[in-house]
């Protein structure tokens, strides 16, 4: 379990510039939570009167811009903390910038003279020093005479870094009297003492609530507008876990990902340290130490590409193991890994009378994996991104008034969703798959080698329930240390719309020349066409954009998720939604999702967005089947951020800021 060490500073004084009013309480309030309420390791507070650090000599903590700086030289000049650690840095008073840069103005600081101030450039790559790959700054420094206001920090990049800044560059970051705090660390120490299901454990989740939180402050108490955002880097930071003592299973699975890709792709000595990162959340210890001693002995054979964004003492990126257990995993046995293989694809769109209007060639990158006795599975990789879950209001209204049926409902509301990568079976499992995995060792249950109604190796497997779908993925997760599982309903409906908003993949409708399924009814304006009555072989129809097949119709497709009515509440960032914290797949009996619609729906029930409830996980029906994605996918690349594509859904290309 790693340290947490914090610096707190608070300055309400200045020579120079107009005072402050409560920037100082700011950071002794927070250096007391840091201390009795988080239980840091270590916390130094930097004010007016604080008192000196004891050491021999002790430091003088009264924070002058040379006193500052040599605390910063001296202090980190050594790495202090291991990778798995955690320094945090709030500072509360006066920013400005110089020449594009960021500075924080100290007591001394002259507005004039860049070199009175101290940079956040020159202050991330001394807490970089550290050794702690997990660096905090909270940022209550846009404050300028007389309301905190705005000078214009927070638009440079601080590489390594978790950031948190109180307001835009062009707003004022605003102290309230009523609060006797700023109302940036005012909403900050609220998420920070947030328990249970609303905490806010997370990076991403902090920082989501400040940026819901703050506005709302500012608007009770009459203040202007001020919107706190953050950025991550590497992206992948933003699952980091900030209070261990208020995670839960579901706060650990997007690191968990992370450190599945990372080890993967081979960047162990990365994976080792983002494993070390949940050690003592509950439910994880095993898994965690499983995957510690998996990587020693890859290491110890040789394997692994270097590890990318690990600080070295310098603050700098490293390509060299610092690790000394770790000295046979020498840069003369780094190996890279062989480039995924490519195959082509036609992608066809559609307009409402079912004619195409356009033919697209695209590329997927794939891997397979070898089932034994000829059989193989395909996952296809689906990049990273941003969309829009669900169907929006009016397009319900137009469906419930053709339709005649409110189950279209469940469709809401429509919100906007951030999926990192992951892979996908390119086809639902067939029923060749099933029975070469059906024969693996049992996990939990046991799974009839030929459980369906209509028979053929390449058909889909039915007539499975969801238990029989988690233990086939516990299975083959077990033959080949890869982490299989059922996707989460964001992830599946992300990877249906493959970029597309229209109802279906294919545009505005689907035929029978296009999907399995029951044609003699029909969505729009098409011809009615084939309705077949059973399962069709997978493959048979054209693919997405991403190079995934029969993801409308066919069988129906187990998620993992719970069910719930609508989307309200539902996560943001796209794992899997369950109503408890039982971490014990088998023992789940709330209702569960299924997507896709099958070869006996008509077609309104196949689109991209269609939620279907299942009463039962155990229900056995002859259209239920399911495919599979591996380790919330992670098997190429970290979480590809596409700015061009991300622009679209709530990103900022000019500052790059995730803002929600």
């Not at 699952?239 to 450190?259: E, G, K, M, T």
């Not at 590409?305 to 003492?313: F, G, M, T």
């Not at 009839?448 to 058909?459: A, Q, V």
């Not at 619609?597 to 029930?605: A, L, Q, V, Y």
């Amino acid at each position: 379990m790693g340290k947490n060490w914090a610096i707190a500073i608070g300055i309400n004084s200045y020579d120079n510039l107009q005072p402050l009013k409560y920037a100082q309480r700011d950071a002794e309030v927070m250096a007391a939570w840091f201390r009795e309420e988080a239980n840091f390791d270590e916390v130094f507070l930097f004010t007016e009167n604080s008192p000196p650090i004891p050491t021999n000599p002790p430091i003088v903590t009264q924070p002058t811009t040379a006193r500052f700086r040599r605390f910063l030289n001296v202090q980190f000049e050594t790495p202090l903390l291991k990778p798995e650690d955690n320094l945090w840095f709030f500072f509360a008073g006066h920013g400005k910038r110089y020449n594009d840069q960021d500075y924080l103005m100290l007591p001394d600081s002259d507005p004039t003279d860049s070199t009175t101030a101290i940079s956040v450039d020159f202050i991330t790559q001394r807490l970089r020093r550290c050794g702690a790959d997990n660096v905090v700054l909270l940022l209550d420094a846009c404050r300028d005479e007389g309301s905190r206001g705005g000078l214009g920090i927070g638009e440079e990049e601080h590489q390594g870094v978790i950031t948190f800044y109180s307001c835009n560059a062009n707003q004022k970051s605003w102290e309230i009297d009523e609060l006797q705090h700023g109302a940036f660390t005012h909403a900050l120490l609220e998420g920070l003492r947030l328990q249970g299901e609303f905490n806010c454990a997370t990076v991403e989740r902090l920082a989501r609530h400040l940026y819901h939180r703050v506005p709302q402050l500012n608007n009770y108490y009459r203040k202007q507008i001020q919107n706190p955002y953050f950025k991550a880097d590497p992206p992948y930071k933003m699952y980091f876990i900030l209070l261990r003592q208020a995670a839960n299973f579901r706060d650990a699975q997007p690191l968990i990902d992370a450190a599945q890709e990372a080890e993967l792709e081979g960047n162990l000595l990365l994976a080792e340290n983002l494993w070390k990162r949940l050690w003592g959340l509950p439910g994880v210890d095993d898994r965690v130490f499983k995957a510690i001693k998996r990587i020693a002995i890859r290491i110890d054979r040789g394997e692994g590409v270097v590890a990318k964004n690990l600080s070295d003492n310098s603050g700098q990126d490293t390509h060299s193991t610092s690790d000394s257990s770790r000295g046979n995993a020498t840069a003369e046995k780094i190996k890279k890994p062989a480039e995924k293989p490519i195959f082509q694809l036609d992608v066809i769109t559609v307009n409402s009378q079912g004619q195409q209007i356009n033919r697209e060639q695209c590329q997927a990158k794939y891997f397979r994996e070898d089932l034994g006795n000829g059989v193989s599975l395909v996952m296809v990789y689906i990049p990273a991104g941003n969309f829009m879950m669900g169907t929006e209001d009016g397009e319900i209204e137009r469906l419930v008034k053709k339709f005649n049926w409110d189950i279209y409902r469940r469709e809401i509301p429509q919100h906007q969703v951030s999926v990192p990568a992951f892979s996908m079976g390119k086809y639902p499992i067939t029923q060749a798959q099933w029975k070469a995995v059906a024969g693996l060792p049992q996990i939990n249950r046991k799974l009839k080698p030929e459980p369906s109604n209509f028979k053929g190796d390449n058909l889909p497997v039915e007539q499975v329930s969801w238990y029989d779908a988690v233990e086939f993925c516990a299975r083959l997760s077990k033959k080949t240390g890869k982490e299989y599982r059922l996707p989460s309903e964001a992830e599946w409906e992300y990877a249906c719309r493959a970029g597309t908003t229209t109802p279906f993949h294919f545009g505005e409708t689907i035929t029978s020349k296009l999907a399995n399924y029951d044609a003699s009814k029909t969505f729009a304006e098409e011809a009615k066409g084939e309705y077949r009555k059973q399962t069709t072989h997978v493959g048979e129809f054209p693919a997405n954009a991403f190079g995934l097949h029969d993801m409308h119709g066919n069988v129906w497709e187990w998620c993992l998720d719970d069910w719930h009515n609508d989307y309200q509440g539902t996560p943001s960032f796209g794992s899997p939604w369950f109503d408890d914290k039982n971490n014990d797949l088998y023992q789940r009996s709330i209702m569960a999702v299924m997507r896709g619609g099958s070869w006996s729906n008509d077609p309104s029930f196949c689109r991209s967005a269609y939620r279907d409830i299942n009463l039962r996980r155990g229900n056995i029906l002859n259209n239920n089947g399911f495919r599979m994605v591996c380790a919330s996918g992670r098997c190429f690349q970290y979480p590809e951020l596409d700015l061009n594509f991300i622009d679209k859904h709530g990103w900022n290309q000019d500052t790059n800021l995730l803002q929600y």
